[in-house]
């Protein structure tokens, strides 16, 4: 039996960008990852489901869930706190199983530091694939105008230096189409294969 840890695919990207919404179709035809359910301080909103999209915690409950060192990451968005519970995570990629996040930036760098055999997947807008064309192309836009984009766009560039893969959310089946092959070609890497049938081999060597 071969007996190998799960993955951890961080999906994160700009506010805005559409993560969730990537997220979800990516989980309507991928059964095998997991979804790590994070905990937060927000309300719950009409739709949703205690436990599916997330577990609804008060300020005093999450705040000794941070004091018990139960998160592998949180931050505070808009006011919120949000966080991923490390039990979870951990238990189920000890189980060979893998596990998909999806949290913002200030999170993801977070889980780098600890966790950096994780797999950072960065999702971008398609507005900054258009402005690097633009830019490489040619520039006709007003001094002021292109500069205030650039601003922008870079720091949304220079977060993108912690990860492993960008993706381009121009449309949502292709995106989720990209990350399901960054999960596949993840599972093919030298090392991660060469182990595996190490373990197997001294297994079967006694
Ligand atoms: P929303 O309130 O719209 O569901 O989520 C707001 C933001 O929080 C999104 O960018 C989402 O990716 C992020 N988020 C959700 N769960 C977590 C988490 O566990 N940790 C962090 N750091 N961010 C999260």
Redesign the pocket.
């Known amino acids: 039996m071969i007996e190998e840890k799960g993955i951890l695919f961080v999906l994160?990207g700009p506010?805005g960008v559409g993560?969730?919404t990537v997220r979800k179709a990516l989980f309507e035809l991928d059964t095998e990852l997991q979804y790590?359910i994070?905990?937060?301080t927000?309300d719950i909103?009409h739709g949703e489901t205690e436990g599916v999209?997330?577990f609804y915690k008060t300020k005093q409950e999450f705040e000794n869930l941070i004091a018990d060192e139960k998160l592998l990451?949180?931050?505070q968005?808009?006011g919120?706190y949000?966080?991923?519970p490390r039990d979870y995570v951990e238990e189920t990629l000890e189980k060979g199983k893998d596990v998909f996040?999806?949290?913002?930036v200030?999170?993801?760098l977070?889980v780098k530091k600890n966790f950096p055999q994780g797999v950072f997947i960065f999702l971008i807008p398609p507005s900054l694939e258009e402005l690097k064309n633009r830019i490489v192309g040619r520039g006709t836009e007003t001094e002021e105008l292109v500069k205030n984009r650039l601003l922008e766009a870079k720091k949304e560039i220079d977060m993108m230096d912690a990860y492993d893969y960008v993706v381009v959310n121009d449309r949502i089946e292709s995106a989720v189409e990209k990350i399901q092959s960054i999960v596949r070609s993840e599972h093919c890497k030298r090392e991660r294969v060469a182990r595996e049938y190490k373990k197997a081999l001294e297994a079967d060597l006694g």
């Not at 996040?101 to 913002?104: A, K, P, Q």
Request: no cysteine; glycine share 10%.
């Open positions: 994160s506010s993560k969730g790590s994070s905990m937060t927000r909103r999209d997330y990451e949180y931050a968005y808009v919120n949000y966080g991923t996040l999806e949290i913002e200030q999170g993801a977070q």
